[in-house]
């Protein structure tokens, strides 16, 4: 089931945001993240929880280009540009649903269409027009292949987070 926390929602959710840290450097994880500078007031959160698997994916969704700040311009005029990005999805590795390619690849693409839906709705309540998904661009496969997100746009940037190149792959969607 799919939870987004609003940032009214924040101190009543506290709980479910800090096991969401937990999960985002737990071990386990291949990219793992640490709060940023973005992890504000203002970050909504989607935490996804499966009934036998407990936290097993989140995103967090920004009302404002935040990663590609310095490289994209808007119109002073402009808002309903949202971005949502550190996509996530990680099932501990000793869980069995491992050995059983089927249930993982019907699980996963529940999440990832699940996120798209659940994101898709809040747009539609908060009037966001065009959601801009920043995540690396293994993540940006699963979302496209998984999730079937519907990018109008996509592309590849170079984003220096801590003196270090990594790719991140930008797809974006008006709702």
């Given at each position: 089931m799919l939870h987004i926390i609003t940032p009214n929602e924040h101190h009543a959710y506290a709980d479910m945001i800090s096991q969401m840290f937990d999960h985002l450097n737990s071990e386990s994880s291949k990219n793992a993240y640490q709060k940023d500078e973005f992890d504000t007031s203002d970050a909504i959160y989607c935490v996804y929880i499966d009934d036998r698997l407990g936290i097993i994916g989140s995103a967090r969704i920004l009302p404002h280009p935040a990663l590609l700040a310095g490289l994209i311009k808007l119109e002073r005029d402009e808002d309903g540009y949202w971005e949502c990005n550190r996509v996530f999805f990680d099932i501990h590795e000793d869980s069995p649903v491992h050995e059983d390619p089927g249930a993982f690849s019907?699980?996963?693409?529940?999440?990832?269409?699940?996120?798209?839906?659940?994101?898709?709705?809040?747009?539609?309540?908060?009037?966001?027009?065009t959601l801009l998904s920043v995540n690396p661009c293994d993540e940006h496969e699963d979302i496209a292949f998984f999730?079937?997100?519907?990018?109008?746009?996509?592309?590849?940037?170079?984003?220096?987070?801590?003196?270090?190149?990594?790719t991140f792959a930008i797809g974006g969607f008006s709702f």
């Amino acid at each position: 089931m799919l939870h987004i926390i609003t940032p009214n929602e924040h101190h009543a959710y506290a709980d479910m945001i800090s096991q969401m840290f937990d999960h985002l450097n737990s071990e386990s994880s291949k990219n793992a993240y640490q709060k940023d500078e973005f992890d504000t007031s203002d970050a909504i959160y989607c935490v996804y929880i499966d009934d036998r698997l407990g936290i097993i994916g989140s995103a967090r969704i920004l009302p404002h280009p935040a990663l590609l700040a310095g490289l994209i311009k808007l119109e002073r005029d402009e808002d309903g540009y949202w971005e949502c990005n550190r996509v996530f999805f990680d099932i501990h590795e000793d869980s069995p649903v491992h050995e059983d390619p089927g249930a993982f690849s019907e699980i996963t693409q529940q999440f990832y269409q699940e996120l798209y839906k659940g994101i898709k709705e809040f747009a539609k309540a908060h009037g966001i027009k065009t959601l801009l998904s920043v995540n690396p661009c293994d993540e940006h496969e699963d979302i496209a292949f998984f999730g079937q997100w519907p990018f109008e746009v996509e592309s590849l940037v170079d984003l220096k987070p801590k003196e270090e190149v990594t790719t991140f792959a930008i797809g974006g969607f008006s709702f």
